[in-house]
């Protein structure tokens, strides 16, 4: 986390109806709307998880029996997936292996068989792989369609180019500890113009506590309007990380996390180990790296965290092929941080059998 954003939960608390506090919600939203690039529609954060940040999307933009088009590489798009249906819609999904990224047009096929869908869903940076989707040419594939495009940015908000608004993303969900270098605890979104007139819309009501309408009428509207009681101390710390994005700028920070993840990548390719996502998305992030052959890759992450006090990943989920995941991000985006990190999978390898280490 960024020392910056703890100390800025240490300020004196002020209460969620202080009108000192809502002049800081509405810094919050001007300041996300700059990080997302969303010049319109409705940009605010909600206080959950991004799992719940997900789940809104699905909540609000499908009614029961509306088709969902879903691209699953990954944990996280099946999670979208399995959320889709507990809420009684048509998930129709576009597959690809662990590692691969899903086509475009595979995606667009799928939307002339469906015609009829409400929403093509896809995670921008599949965090249990290390893929990144090339969003931006799925948004303009998108552009004349009646279907909105929603999009998982829980790893890629603040850590790679990510233009909402010019892209035609109509919900975009994050998260707060992850690029943000905030703790959890938070869901930045972005909501397009047609996805609230889609909302405005509905025929069924939508979850109370995720009712971005109400959600409006404390973040933005002037006076409030009581909704809950906010976790002021985590909207101090969303406060601070996005002055601390902005100050560093969008595009440094975007390439301060490429060139971590291209000095991280090449050296673990020197080593003779393998990346889990092709070549042609992988993410900056996040990357994963297949555990050699003969390697005991959880006795590997264990002697990470209790010898060198460096935590990385495993596979996620019953069917993850072998895999570490290395995170770079936020404060911990630089090529130091990758170093650390390298001279402690040396040193744990060194003493494992590596029949598959070719390097
Ligand atoms: C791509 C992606 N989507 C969704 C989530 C869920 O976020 P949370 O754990 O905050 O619920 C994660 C968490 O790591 C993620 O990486």
Redesign the pocket.
Known sequence: MDPAVLEAMQKPMLGHLDPDLHEILLEVVDMLRRVYRMPDGLVLPLHC????G?ETGIATLLEPGDTVIVGQCGY?GR?IVQIAERYGARVVTVEADWGECVSNDALMEALDREPGARMVAV?H???STGVEHPLAELGALLRDRDTLLVA?C??SLAGVPLDVGAWGVDFAYS?T?KCLAAP?GMSPLAVSERALERLRSRRTPVPFSFDLLLLEKYWIDRPVTYHHTAPILSIYALHEALRSVLSEGLEARWERHAEAARHLQAAVESRGLELLADAEHRLAPLTAVRVPDGVDGKAVQGRLLREHGIEIGGGLGPDAPAMWRIGLMGQNATTETADRVLEALDAALADEPAPALAG
């Open positions: 998880t991004g799992t719940a997900m996280f999670r995670v940076a599949e965090t998982d829980v790893t998260c500890q959890p």
